[in-house]
């Protein structure tokens, strides 16, 4: 809605600290799909049976083709317009920091410096067991741990596994002081980064592009395309 694009970019404008939450609907636009919509990852897929700790030890076999396809997935496709305007609003002083369920580094490679990665990242392997770091080429070719046999896994947070402390608790402390969260791309169905969006006593924003109950809480809600919506507030900024 226009008017909602107006009223995102008047309030952008206005507030003290902005904190930016996004999920896996931020990049489906770069072609990564998601994981609940109808094309979404966990579809066809159970994410119980592969994004968990108990895939990882008991059928490593499925866990790393899920993985493997989705770093090569991801190889092939790169940033949209919409990261490169949430790196260029960093750079005006527009928003200070977004705090990302996304593993692919997308706001990373955009430009963004402020980035707290809440389920950790794709491109970054370690052995499970003594959690030395490795490649993706001895992931991808599901080579064993160089310094002790264990397998090599990616950087994300499974199912069941906590959260990375130092960016949880980061992420929450510039939410806690933001007079402006907005919250792009995400069905805020996992917690705890569910939370996080109720963690504010600011301006709350919702850019979806489905809207369900979960918008209630929020005090603007704008129904669209990320990638769509970002570019038309930012017209409106001149930037
Ligand atoms: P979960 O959805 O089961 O929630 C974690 C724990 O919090 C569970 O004990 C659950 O009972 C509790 N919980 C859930 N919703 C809650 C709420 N609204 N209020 C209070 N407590 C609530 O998540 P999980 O299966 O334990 O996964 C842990 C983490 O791993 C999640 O934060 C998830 O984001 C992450 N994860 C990452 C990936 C990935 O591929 N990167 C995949 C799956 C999960
Ligand atoms: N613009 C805006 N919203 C979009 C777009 C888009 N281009 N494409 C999809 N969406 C919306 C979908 O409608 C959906 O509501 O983004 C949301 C994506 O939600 P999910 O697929 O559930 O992804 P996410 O919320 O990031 O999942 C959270 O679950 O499996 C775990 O760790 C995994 O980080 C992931 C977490």
Known sequence: SSDGVAI??????EARHTTVLTGAGMSTESNIPDFRSKSGWWNNIDPRTVATTKALKRDYDLFHEFYSMRIRGLEKCSPHKGHKILSAWEGRGLIQAIATQNVDGYHIAAGNESVYELHGSIHKIRCDKCSTPDSIDHFLDKESCHSCGGKLRPGV???GETLPEESWNTAMSHIRKSDLVIVIGTS???YPASELPSMTNGRKVYINAEIDYHATQFDLTIEGKAGKILKQVNELLNL
Not at 8 to 13: D, E, M, N, T, V
Request: hydrophobic residues 75%; charged residues 15%; neutral net charge.
């Open 157 to 159: 947070v499974l199912f």
């Open 8 to 13: 995102l970019a008047s309030w952008l404008k």
């Open 188 to 190: 805020l169905e996992v």
